[in-house]
């Protein structure tokens, strides 16, 4: 089964709500900037149902190129991770 593209998803949430397709394009892209900037000010984004946002510290360790076998230290950095909400793992699992 195929994924659903971008614009096959504008389209369907333009047909579920009766909005026009520009205004559903208009409302994702504004929620993801919103998400974007919470997530970078306050470490935490939470769309409720769906999940949340959170910015994460993840420490320094030791790796291995796997091209040559030498170990190599890979310093610590922040990422941003998505933990799905409980009632999304009931609904979908």
């Known amino acids: 089964m195929a994924k659903m593209t971008k614009s096959q998803l504008m389209t ?7 909005l026009s397709k520009k205004d559903v394009v208009n409302l994702m892209d ?6 974007y900037s919470e997530v970078k ?11 949340k946002m959170v910015k994460a510290r993840r420490a320094a360790r030791m790796g291995v190129n796997p091209a ?3 170990k190599i230290k890979i310093a610590a950095k922040t990422v941003v991770k998505f933990r799905l909400a409980k009632a999304a793992k ?4």
């Open 30 to 35: 504004e929620l993801a900037a919103l998400a």
């Open 90 to 93: 009931d609904a979908v699992l």
């Open 12 to 18: 369907a949430l333009s047909e579920k709500t009766e």
């Open 68 to 70: 040559t076998g030498e």
């Open 41 to 51: 000010k306050n470490g935490e984004f939470v769309v409720p149902g769906f999940g």
